[in-house]
């Protein structure tokens, strides 16, 4: 297990990664990509991120969520949700994601491991600040926040339409 962190006495976010799993992920450039996009954000708080295999995100979301299958990311929100936009928000959360989907969907998007790790973290950081796509209604708005935060990157993730 290893971890790292973005502590910066100036910042608005604080950011936590913690690796729970064998694959090779470069945490310092994920944890900076990430903190990028929460900035971009604007909005205050602190995020763990925990990089996990597929049977354990698989384990999590039976025990927390009642779904049966591993999935690529899970968002824990530590406080009351808000709306996206209010400007009281303050985040305190943790993301658990598993690194073993993200390597073998990276390649739908045609781009790295890294880059799928990233589109799991910009997907929870969102569900964290409020956003949602459960609904017809929800569902294009959060798409364009997360085209709009990959963008800063220089990546237009394939299958990411409303």
Not at 1 to 7: D, R
Not at 44 to 63: C, K, M, S, W, Y
Not at 72 to 81: G, L, M, N, R, T
Not at 145 to 152: D, G, H, P, T, V
Request: charged share 25%.
């Amino acid at each position: 297990m290893t971890a790292a962190n973005a502590h910066n006495s100036s910042a608005i976010v604080t950011i936590d990664v913690l690796n729970h799993q064998s694959l090779a992920v470069d945490e310092t450039r994920l944890l900076l990509r990430c903190y990028e996009v929460a900035t971009a954000l604007k909005i205050p708080g602190a995020v763990t991120v925990v990089l996990v295999t597929d049977d354990e995100i698989h384990r999590i979301n039976r025990e927390f969520l009642e779904h049966d299958w591993p999935t690529d990311v899970i968002s824990f929100a530590y406080h009351e949700a808000a709306d996206a936009t209010s400007s009281e928000l303050l985040l305190d959360g943790e993301l658990v994601i598993s690194v073993e989907t993200a390597g073998r969907e990276a390649g739908k998007h045609g781009w790295s491991l890294d880059d799928e790790l990233l589109l799991y973290f910009t997907h929870g950081f969102l569900h964290l600040c409020g956003y949602d796509d459960l609904t017809d209604e929800e569902r294009p708005r959060m798409r364009q926040k997360e085209r709009e935060l990959l963008s800063i990157f220089g990546l237009c993730p394939r299958g990411l339409q409303n």
